[in-house]
Nanobody
Framework: QVQLVESGGGLVQAGGSLRLSCADSGRTLSSYIMGWFRQAPGKEREFVAGISRGGGSTYYADSVKGRFTISRDNAKNTVYLQMNSLKPEDTAGYYC?????????????????WGQGTQVTVSS
């Protein structure tokens, strides 16, 4: 069973960096396509980044392209989101998600498992 736990969120000044981690205690992460989503207060949850099972293909929302990097270490059952040059508009709860499908999907409905989320707050 997939059990996702995010960590690494916090408060950072604009221009700073954070690295989020998503660990799978079920030790099955290599079987899943992984994605990061975020949700700000009063807004819809949106796709941030996704990565294929082997890590060879990655996808990003236009708003984070060039600033965020998604990666995975299947031996450690962990997916990462390196966030650089953070902006106040990046403030949100960040969630990792896993899906069984063939390729990364931008739609949250395509994902089968979700973590509880970690809060990222970027001050100006």
């Amino acid at each position: 069973q997939v059990q996702l736990v995010e960590s690494g969120g916090g408060l950072v000044q604009a221009g700073g960096s954070l690295r989020l981690s998503c660990a799978d205690s079920g030790r099955t992460l290599s079987s899943y396509i992984m994605g990061w989503f975020r949700q700000a207060p009063g807004k819809e949850r949106e796709f941030v980044a996704g990565i294929s099972r082997g890590g060879g293909s990655t996808y990003y929302a236009d708003s984070v392209k060039g600033r965020f990097t998604i990666s995975r270490d299947n031996a450690k059952n962990t997916v990462y989101l390196q966030m650089n040059s953070l902006k106040p508009e990046d403030t949100a709860g960040y969630y990792c998600a896993a899906r069984r499908g063939v390729r990364v999907s931008l739609g949250q409905e395509a994902y089968d498992y979700w973590g509880q989320g970690t809060q990222v707050t970027v001050s100006s």
